[in-house]
């Protein structure tokens, strides 16, 4: 019987799906696929295929052509499915060359699929769960006629029976309208494998006089007589019915198992290989809230599982692993995960604890051995606790399951903190499972010892029994300091399993201090007024702060010497300044400053270059002695310093810096007192410091955006990795161009300044260099996909652009009007335009302007800024009056979308007009649903255009058109592009 059941995190399911055999497949995306168990045996069986980058995409929309594809996979076997091919066209758009025509052909024969009333299937469009339930029932043998899954109500006939039969068994958000994802398909394909299918008695037809009558046909199960009964079904000696796995996947079985926490799980095997075994759902589950419970009292108590006692009498109990059996006096733990298994009798059989605890992983290692590699492994993790005291080594992948960690996504990386289920809850022992854990950050409002923090006013609950804190959380639980910030890492269901003080500490009133100086008043000889070179914590800026070099508690007094009024005196220290008096910082009891030897000097270096994306960085000792590592995030500060004085240089950013060590370079590392591994704050001094490659910006786009005070927002191009995005500066830019990154504020606010780095000459040796506003004039300059000779008083070597990021940097206007308007974003096309701006019927030739930059001794990114040349005015629009004003009409029906023209004049006879569909996104970008191009052979009115585009659309949204019009040599003559309407898609079945 089923009993009280608390709530069920849809972490119980998924962090007990534990595969461990060769017959499921690992996709790259493993850790985004919900429904794991149907993914991993369908995929096993060939009827939902991986993508050959190794992606499942489990949340793509599955298309009605792949749905097709997968009834016949399901029926046949992906084998024999495919080699179905089309004699001719199933249907009038779905060709016998369609990829997916075989499989359409076959389920429309044998009566599975149907498609529209226009005649058309639509194999691209979505599918609904009604649809595809639809298909799965035909498949199971369920008759559309008889059954009433046609007609305006059919969706209600098959929902019942779909659901009924348990082929949406697994997920709880079932909605028949909305379109099928691929894992989803996957899953009711899987609990169609499960189904028993159906076959009718014969329906007959019976005439008297003239009357007729039609027997009803009944429905009934399918028998199994065959030795494959119970493969599927689980039953020991078969159910007598025939199962769709049964019948059309024989080597297929389902066998009782346990699985390593010692759930009861049910163990796929296919053709003798294992697929994996997975837990299945329990009777009752329960996420331990009270401190002072044993599993026991979990189970009996009526204010939770509420068994009686005598049925849970021979219950057996395990901890974090099938072999840790423990007593039903075991203590558990707030934040336990409960969950309890009956017998056939109602009875309680097995209950399973599972306590998850926190690690980081320290460290990500790719070098693996050639005998590693041969186990399957391609990355060795080391795993610690937030301090670092305790470690151990696993694989992502490796034969040996006791050496793997599993839950591994590719997500993991150095620094990633985890929720970790140790075998017996051990720390390094096997993995039983693992996912990456919730980090909150955040200022402590309240804290009760031991028990609860509060945290920007909402409250946590650490995890705990009645004896306290004591391995269940990593970190403080009491003595929480008010003024400072914490992060705190949660489990699924919302517990503190660890605590790490917070990066980003203010430090804004510290300075690092370069030196001292003085100045000789102009008025009195021989008066002279201290300065201290000081570079501010806060954002990197260097200052002169004035000195009261008379006050004894002035910490730098020691450096002022009356006798040396003409030097710079070297300090490097950090302080805190009053007006003009100093004092040493030595973190103030709040941090611990790493970089200093006893006697105060500088004695510690980077033990190797510092990227931009590291996630922890190590530290030699100058001189002998143990250096340390620590780690690093988005938060952490940075500022570079390089010489003094008149010469001095400083950047400062937040979340990442490149540094470079070298004999004479130094690095301060300001570190959380409590975790002192984790740094707040780096100074990289004599290091060579920037940014980092990805400083190199190129402006492009056409507008910048003010969005706050000297705040201003405009699309950059990285010349690190040739991606774009918006970047908020603190001054308006107009023009394109490239700029370094001179620092980044706290707030993610870029100050720029130009990038100039040229040359005259351009090799394979050339390394950071641009080029802005080089003119092309000849197509012979790009030769074998590379520049030559000299261009424009440049010289380039054969400088490969095969690689090159180009895009068009010109307004749509500027394009319009040009003499080539197509967008330049390849070689071929900007070989193209070279061609259109020296071609003889010119008025005028002109050339191509570009800005591009030089990596590694290739250009990597090109910007096309201008393409000349006149065109001669030859009266091309015949009449001169042609003048498209807009659209009308703009409607779709039976989501079939047309328009008409709006304007003056005629548009001339073989002038192509194209209709282009596009559908308006505003976070991934406007995309082209299709184009339709219609020429006549006779000058029309421009409103006599009608009707035109004819493009289907394939799901609800936002949508407009783009009309061009181009003369016979395919130069346009006129555009317009509509304002957005909504349309709505009508799923048919």
Request: charge should be negative; include cysteine; glycine fraction near 8%.
């Amino acid at each position: 019987m089923k009993k009280f059941l608390s709530l069920v995190l849809a972490l119980v399911m998924t962090m007990s799906l534990v595969t461990v055999s060769a017959g499921a497949k690992d996709f790259t995306d493993d850790s985004e696929i919900t429904y794991k168990e149907a993914v991993d045996v369908i995929s096993a069986l060939g009827v939902v295929d991986g993508y050959s980058d190794g992606d499942f995409r489990p949340d793509d929309v599955l298309t009605r052509g792949a749905a097709a594809k997968i009834i016949c996979n399901l029926i046949l076997g992906p084998t024999t499915a495919s080699a179905l091919s089309a004699g001719t066209a199933p249907f009038k758009d779905v060709p016998v060359t369609n990829t997916f025509a075989g499989y359409i052909t076959y389920c429309s024969q044998q009566g599975i699929i149907s498609g529209y009333a226009d005649g058309t299937f639509r194999p691209t469009g979505t599918l609904s769960g009604n649809a595809f339930m639809k298909m799965l029932l035909g498949a199971l043998g369920y008759d559309s006629s008889i059954e009433g899954y046609t007609g305006a109500n059919w969706q209600v006939s098959v929902i019942k029976q779909a659901s009924g039969i348990g082929l949406d068994d697994g997920n709880d958000e079932f909605v028949g309208s909305q379109a099928v994802t691929r894992q989803e398909a996957a899953l009711y394909a899987f609990n169609m494998l499960q189904a028993t299918m159906v076959e009718y008695d014969k329906k007959d037809t019976i005439v008297v006089g003239d009357i007729t009558i039609n027997t009803t046909s009944t429905r009934k199960d399918v028998e199994n007589n065959t030795n494959t009964d119970g493969n599927i079904d689980g039953e020991r000696n078969g159910d007598g019915l025939m199962q769709f796995g049964e019948k059309y996947f024989k080597d297929l079985e389902k066998e009782d198992a346990t699985d390593i926490f010692g759930h009861p799980s049910s163990k796929w095997v296919y053709d003798g290989d294992d697929v994996g075994t997975y837990a299945n759902e329990a009777d009752a589950t329960y996420v331990v809230e009270d401190d002072d419970m044993d599993v026991g009292q979990v189970v009996t108590s009526s204010s939770y599982m509420n068994y009686s006692s005598s049925e849970a009498k021979d219950a057996k109990y395990f901890l974090n692993g099938d072999d840790n059996e423990v007593k039903s006096s075991e203590l558990v733990a707030v934040g336990d995960i409960v969950e309890a298994y009956e017998n056939d009798n109602g009875d309680v059989e097995t209950v399973v604890v599972s306590r998850y605890t926190v690690a980081k992983i320290d460290k990500v290692d790719t070098d693996v051995s050639t005998a590693e590699s041969r186990n399957g492994a391609s990355e060795v993790l080391t795993l610690t606790d937030l301090d670092g005291d305790n470690s151990n080594d696993y694989y992502d992948k490796y034969d040996d399951a006791e050496k793997t960690l599993r839950g591994y996504a590719s997500s993991y990386d150095e620094g990633t903190v985890l929720a970790v289920a140790f075998r017996d809850g051990k720390f390094g022992d096997e993995v039983l499972a693992s996912y990456e854990a919730e980090a909150v950050t955040g200022e402590v409002t309240a804290f009760r010892e031991d028990e609860t923090v509060t945290m920007d006013g909402t409250k946590y609950e650490f995890a705990r029994n009645e004896n306290g804190t004591a391995g269940f959380v990593d970190g403080i639980t009491s003595n929480f300091d008010f003024d400072k910030e914490y992060t705190i890492y949660l489990t699924a269901d919302g517990y503190v399993i660890g605590v790490e003080g917070a990066a980003g500490a203010d430090l804004n009133d510290v300075y690092y201090v370069t030196g001292v100086y003085c100045e000789e008043s102009r008025y009195n000889a021989n008066k002279f007024t201290w300065y201290a070179q000081a570079v501010s914590l806060a954002d990197g800026s260097a200052s002169d702060i004035e000195l009261d070099e008379t006050d004894a508690d002035n910490a730098l007094k020691a450096f002022i010497n009356d006798e040396k009024t003409d030097e710079f005196t070297v300090v490097n220290g950090l302080y805190t300044f009053d007006d003009d008096i100093a004092t040493a910082w030595d973190g103030d009891r709040d941090y611990t400053v790493y970089g200093f030897s006893d006697s105060g000097e500088l004695n510690t270096n980077l033990k190797d270059a510092l990227a931009m994306d590291d996630t922890k960085f190590s530290t030699t000792i100058v001189g002998g002695g143990s250096g340390k590592t620590f780690y690093v995030d988005e938060n952490t500060q940075y500022l570079g310093v390089d010489d003094y004085a008149d010469d001095i240089d400083t950047v400062y950013a937040m979340g990442g810096m490149k540094g470079t060590p070298s004999n004479g370079s130094r690095v301060i590392v300001i570190a959380d007192q409590d975790e002192n591994r984790d740094a707040l704050y780096v100074i990289l001094l004599g290091s060579d410091a920037s940014v980092g490659s990805a400083d190199i910006l190129y402006a492009a786009g056409s507008s910048t955006d003010k969005v706050g005070t000297d705040k201003y927002v405009r699309e950059f191009w990285s010349m690190e990795d040739n991606t774009s995005e918006d970047i908020t500066i603190d001054e308006k830019l107009s023009a394109h161009g490239f700029y370094e990154v001179d620092s980044i504020d706290e707030d993610g606010v870029y100050t720029l300044k130009d990038y100039d780095k040229t040359a005259s000459s351009i090799d394979e040796d050339s390394d950071g260099i641009v080029v802005e506003d080089l003119a092309l004039d000849n197509t012979d300059q790009i030769y074998r996909n590379a520049l030559s000779g000299s261009i424009d008083n440049v010289k380039f070597d054969d400088v490969s652009i095969a690689n090159a990021t180009i895009i068009d940097g010109r307004s749509n206007s500027d394009r319009n009007d040009s003499v080539y308007d197509r967008e330049i974003n390849s070689i071929s096309r900007l070989e193209a335009a070279l061609d259109a701006v020296r071609d003889e019927d010119l008025e005028t030739k002109g050339t191509v302007e570009i800005d591009l930059y030089v990596k590694d001794g290739e250009i990597t990114f090109i910007c096309v800024t201008d393409v000349g040349g006149v065109a001669k005015d030859d009266g091309e629009q015949e009449s001169g009056e042609l003048d498209l004003t807009g659209v009308e009409n703009f409607v779709c029906n039976s989501n079939i979308v047309t328009v008409d023209l709006v304007g003056t004049g005629k548009i001339p006879a073989n002038y192509p007009v194209t209709v282009t569909l596009m559908k308006a996104n505003s976070t991934e970008g406007d995309a082209e649903v299709g184009s339709k191009e219609h020429v006549n052979e006779t000058a029309y009115e421009v409103n006599d255009w009608n009707n035109l585009g004819q493009i289907a659309i394939q799901e609800s949204g936002n949508y407009y058109v783009i009309i061009t019009i181009e003369n016979e040599d395919g130069r346009v003559v006129d555009e317009f592009t509509s304002n957005t309407v909504r349309f709505v898609y009508t799923a048919q079945p």
